[in-house]
């Protein structure tokens, strides 16, 4: 498989070979690169985690050149739908509302949200006590839309990116955020910014919102849905999903 980075949807590229693919041979996929570990920017520029390396080994398994593609969050369906890509694998749930626009391979992982606070800030995260409160969230997600659903007696405060809302809550300007769990356990409560931060309350896993687990977003009537469902099954099933997971976390992610 050749391997390939897009550094942006501007055409900078790094590949790793010099044999060239034919169109039909090159799969474009899309990845955020701002939502640590799935997606981030190393200092050389190049965007790693585990995202990145499930479509590297979802492409090794389709026998297709993976070439991946910068996109920011609030882009990735109309970048889609644009055709800049092929497929979005950018740790995004599958949603009753977003099937409407896209379709989705069965599940690569799952997760509940959390809420994060200072530690010992609240005592539980039911809405009536964070009635008044400012809560941060990643705008066009699925924890987004539960906020506005559930906790509508508290300022909810939308950001373009998971690195924007980390860097309000530190700076005092949110009392809570809410987001993937894997999400804040590794990519923020494990940093030195957030040793001062901790989970409090309940998962949430509500079937209107987190139902269906995180899929892989194509456009709609595309084969490449079944084709990545069939791929995420082969390497649930010759080890190589339990390799990428065991470098970025301690439990089995991929959930029941």
């Not at 690169?33 to 979802?58: C, H, N």
């Not at 492409?59 to 092929?86: F, H, S, T």
Request: aromatic share 10%; glycine share 8%.
């Amino acid at each position: 498989m050749i391997r390939t980075i897009i550094l942006s949807t501007v055409a900078i590229m790094l590949p790793l070979t010099n044999l060239a693919a034919s169109e039909s041979e090159v799969l474009r996929v899309a990845v955020e690169g701002a939502y640590p570990p799935f997606s981030e920017k190393a200092p050389s520029g190049e965007i790693i985690g585990f995202d990145v390396d499930i479509a590297f080994a979802l492409c090794e398994e389709l026998q297709r050149e993976c070439v991946i593609v910068e996109q920011n969050w609030d882009g990735m369906i109309p970048g889609l739908l644009a055709r800049k890509y092929d497929a979005i694998i950018a740790s995004m749930t599958i949603t009753k509302e977003r099937q409407k626009k896209i379709d989705f391979s069965e599940k690569y992982y799952s997760t509940p949200g959390k809420f994060v606070s200072l530690s010992n800030a609240f005592q539980n995260d039911l809405p009536t006590s964070l009635a008044g409160k400012i809560i941060g969230v990643q705008s066009s997600t699925a924890h987004a839309d539960y906020l506005k659903s559930k906790y509508k007696q508290s300022t909810i405060r939308e950001y373009g990116s998971q690195e924007e809302v980390y860097l309000d809550l530190t700076a005092g300007r949110l009392d809570a955020i809410l987001a993937d769990a894997l999400a804040l356990n590794s990519g923020f409560l494990s940093t030195e910014n957030g040793k001062k931060y901790s989970f409090f309350g309940k998962e949430h896993t509500d079937a209107r919102f987190f139902d269906e687990g995180l899929g892989i977003g194509v456009r709609k009537n595309d084969e490449l849905k079944d084709q990545f469902t069939a791929a995420i099954k082969s390497i649930r099933a010759n080890g190589i999903y339990q390799k990428i997971n065991a470098k970025y976390f301690d439990v089995d992610i991929y959930g029941e």
